[in-house]
Structure formats: C-alpha cells, structure tokens
C-alpha cells in the first residue's frame, strides 16, 4: 500500500489505473479504524480493482464544542491494518491540501430537508461539512464507487441524496453495522467509554431491538415507545439526545400506514455521544 498526501500525486497515480481500465473504489474515513472500517476496506475490494482509502479529520464537520481536538489520530496502527486488509492506496492530506483557502472562503455543499433534523439538529452544520467534505473527495479520486457505513444512518442518506443531486458518476454502498458480540455498533467514539460506561453501553443496542420486537408485535403509537425506551436509557446511565422512529425514504415521523421505518438513536454516555440504527420493515 502507497500513503500519498498530496492532490497532485494522487490524480497523477489514479489517472494512471484509470487508463489501464481499473475500477477505483473509495472508502473514505476518519482514521482510528477499527473492524467496522475494515468491512468498508473488504467490501469495495470485492466491488473494485483498486482500493483507496482516506484518513482526515474534517475540521468542517465539528462543532465549536465538539471533539475535533480530542479525535483519536493514530496513522501507524491505520496504516498497518489498510495494509493488512489489502487496501491500495492511503490518501492522508493535511488540513491545507483540503482547505487551501481556510474553511470560510469555502464552496460548501448543502442537503435541505434531511440536514437539518436528527443528528444535524444536535450538531448544526455537520452535514454540510461531511457533505463538502466528500463531495471533494470524490473531486479527487473520482472514484466508481463509494462504500460508507449504515450506522451512520442518517450520514448515507445524505451522501446519496448529494450524489443524485449533483449527478456526480458514483455508485453508492453502504456497509451493515459491524457490532461486538454484545451488541454495541462499533464506533472510533467508543474509545472515550470507561471501563464501567463499556458495560452499560449494549443497551442502546438492546433497547432499539425491544422496541422492534414491539412494533413487529404489533404496537403502533411510536411516541409511547420512544419515551418509554428514552426513559430505560436514561435508567442505565445514558443522557438524551435523540430516538426516532421514522420513516427510511425521508426521516420524517410516520403514519401507520407507513411499512418501511427506521429507528434511529444518538445518545451520550460519559464523554462519548454514540448512535444506532435498525431498519424496520412491517
Ligand atoms: O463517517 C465518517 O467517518 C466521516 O463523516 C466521513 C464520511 C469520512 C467524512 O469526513
């Protein structure tokens, strides 16, 4: 595997595979990876010929009180792991090859409708960094196809609406939540959890899948269901930021004639706000 910082190289290696006839896969991350990003790293494997893997810290994406110093950066052990899941190519800029111009003077890309709810009514301004973010990669890398993962629900839908939008040549992938054996969706934020938060932390987890069972049971009035479930969340430890039962094409609140929901959940525990998801289909 190459790591390569700059744009410049990057285009003039990439060209070079695209004129032999590859398939370029993009699997863009944030680095700190662990298994779920693996997943990612095997998946566009199977759905290219060449895989490119980005590791950045999007300033552009966090909040003034949010976690961007404290992201864990740890290239070495990255590096190591995309080698040993047979990635190609590392792409790892530093802020100024992505934000020559500083992050105000700035083309930024906006998703209405989808942006501003959920995670984006926690975290204003977030999409509209990721969405920027990615839509400069795929600028770089013009990659055939794109793989991001389902636990950031909300995330892909964004990226997938930008993408039909903006009628940018990629195929979408999401991936399926990789989780430990306890249930807990695998995240980079999970490092924040103390000893004793990583034990209390599977019940976000277990709470959506009680909540499924009782509307696949049968039970339709979802506002009960979410304060029921926010209550035992907040029983175990954890603070409230969100639990939506919603439906999958826009997110907003369903009718019960709606069949195809998802529910989507952030909450905090300790230092870390961690999120989950599960597609419901009635
Ligand atoms: O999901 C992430 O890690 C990030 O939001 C992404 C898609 C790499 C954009 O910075």
New binding site residues.
């Given amino acids: 595997m190459q790591t390569i910082t700059s744009i410049a190289e990057l285009r003039e290696v990439l060209g070079a595979e695209r004129r032999a006839g590859k398939r370029i896969g993009l699997v863009?991350?944030?680095g700190n990876l662990h298994e779920g990003h693996i997943q990612l790293v095997h998946q566009c494997n199977d759905n290219s010929d060449i895989t490119v893997s980005?590791i950045?810290v999007?300033p552009l994406?966090f909040g003034e009180n949010e976690d961007l110093d404290a992201y864990p950066r740890t290239l070495q052990a990255d590096q190591q792991k995309l080698e040993a899941a047979d990635c190609d190519y590392l792409f790892a800029p530093n802020i100024e090859e992505i934000y020559p111009n500083g992050q105000v003077i700035q083309t930024q890309v906006e998703v209405p409708g989808i942006s501003d709810i959920h995670c984006g009514a926690t975290r204003p301004g977030h999409f509209r960094?990721?969405a920027t973010?990615?839509c400069k990669?795929f600028g770089i890398v013009q990659p055939d196809v794109a793989i991001?993962?389902e636990k950031?629900f909300q995330?892909l839908m964004v990226?997938r609406r930008m993408t039909e939008d903006l009628f940018l040549p990629v195929e979408i992938q999401g991936s399926p939540i990789a989780r430990a054996d306890n249930g807990l969706a695998l995240s980079s934020r999970n490092g924040y959890l103390s000893e004793t938060e990583l034990a209390v932390a599977p019940a976000l987890n277990s709470t959506i899948r009680e909540t499924v069972s009782r509307i696949e049971a049968g039970e339709r009035d979802y506002a009960a269901l979410e304060e029921a479930a926010q209550a035992a969340l907040e029983e175990s430890g954890f603070q409230r930021d969100y639990y939506r039962i919603c439906r999958r094409h826009d997110l907003q609140s369903p009718s019960t004639e709606d069949t195809e929901l998802v529910l989507i959940a952030a909450a905090y525990l300790g230092k870390a706000r961690l999120i989950d998801n599960m597609v419901i289909d009635i």
Avoid: A, R
């Fill in positions: 863009p991350t944030m980005s950045f999007n994406q960094g990721v973010v990615v990669l991001f993962g950031d995330q990226i």
